[in-house]
């Protein structure tokens, strides 16, 4: 089969996955007020990659649902839902789109699983402090060795990254920050929290970014990057 063949048939596969299975487990919920017409399928903007990474997640049940639309993983401090809801389109009912930034998360499993060879049950989505979006356990520890954060862009990744490496010398505080520097003084914070050794930033169509993470006096914390290879579950497991 061809390159452009194989982006079809993922995609297409994609598609018949959110309009059998995700649109109507989330319409189920009545409280929501919404139905599979109100779907904004010009919201369906997935790349080839991001479909068939989460596609390698749904069909080897690396989430399962948990009812209402909601998805969840043994480790996962919270369910995932993968539409956000906007304003009514017509009397009692609401227009939803889909939700990019976990389609990708639950693809980063996929690949955190398949291609790094982290066992199922290592793995989930959010952190217990809700900073992180995707994150790897080693057994029997209760704070993430990999810390993940997902984005829609690429250029949300660039920028979340020059910003973290700003915050990365002192504590600081969220007072006058903006919404995108918030962010991420808080992924800085929740890596002096867990002393993750690995930050993941992830994006669409593939894109990553992997950052060695080390610890130094005053709270001070160095990001190096390095290749994908640095989550390869075979470096950190006993």
């Given at each position: 089969?061809?390159?452009?063949?194989?982006?079809?048939?993922?995609?297409?596969?994609?598609?018949?996955?959110?309009?059998?299975?995700?649109?109507?487990?989330?319409?189920?919920?009545?409280?929501?007020?919404?139905?599979?017409?109100?779907?904004?399928?010009?919201?369906?903007?997935?790349?080839?990659?991001?479909?068939?990474?989460?596609?390698?997640?749904?069909?080897?049940?690396?989430?399962?649902?948990?009812?209402?639309?909601?998805?969840?993983t043994s480790?996962?401090?919270?369910?995932?839902?993968?539409?956000?809801?906007?304003?009514?389109?017509?009397?009692?009912?609401?227009?939803?789109?889909?939700?990019?930034?976990?389609?990708?998360?639950?693809?980063?499993?996929?690949?955190?699983?398949?291609?790094?060879?982290?066992?199922?049950?290592?793995?989930?989505?959010?952190?217990?402090?809700?900073?992180?979006?995707?994150?790897?356990?080693?057994?029997?520890?209760?704070?993430?060795?990999?810390?993940?954060?997902?984005?829609?862009?690429?250029?949300?990744?660039?920028?979340?990254?020059?910003?973290?490496?700003?915050?990365?010398?002192?504590?600081?505080?969220?007072?006058g920050?903006?919404?995108?520097?918030?962010?991420?003084?808080?992924?800085?914070?929740?890596?002096?929290?867990?002393?993750?050794?690995?930050?993941?930033?992830?994006?669409?169509?593939?894109?990553?970014?992997?950052?060695?993470?080390?610890?130094?006096?005053?709270?001070?914390?160095?990001?190096?990057?390095?290749?994908?290879?640095?989550?390869?579950?075979?470096?950190?497991?006993?």
């Amino acid at each position: 089969m061809r390159e452009d063949d194989l982006m079809t048939d993922s995609l297409q596969r994609f598609e018949k996955l959110l309009y059998n299975h995700l649109i109507p487990e989330f319409c189920e919920d009545a409280s929501r007020l919404v139905s599979s017409d109100s779907f904004r399928k010009a919201s369906q903007k997935i790349g080839q990659l991001d479909a068939e990474y989460f596609l390698k997640a749904w069909n080897n049940h690396l989430v399962k649902h948990r009812g209402r639309g909601l998805y969840r993983t043994s480790r996962s401090c919270a369910s995932e839902q993968f539409f956000w809801t906007g304003k009514k389109v017509s009397e009692g009912e609401r227009a939803f789109t889909l939700w990019l930034e976990p389609v990708i998360t639950v693809g980063g499993l996929a690949r955190l699983h398949f291609d790094w060879g982290w066992p199922e049950e290592l793995i989930g989505t959010q952190s217990s402090d809700w900073a992180f979006d995707l994150v790897a356990y080693l057994p029997g520890c209760d704070s993430e060795i990999i810390a993940g954060e997902v984005k829609k862009t690429r250029k949300e990744i660039d920028e979340l990254i020059e910003l973290m490496n700003g915050f990365c010398k002192s504590s600081g505080n969220m007072e006058g920050l903006s919404a995108k520097e918030r962010n991420a003084l808080r992924k800085v914070a929740g890596l002096r929290r867990s002393s993750a050794r690995v930050f993941w930033a992830l994006g669409p169509d593939g894109y990553s970014r992997s950052f060695i993470v080390s610890y130094r006096e005053n709270e001070e914390i160095h990001l190096q990057e390095r290749p994908d290879s640095i989550l390869d579950y075979a470096l950190y497991k006993e």
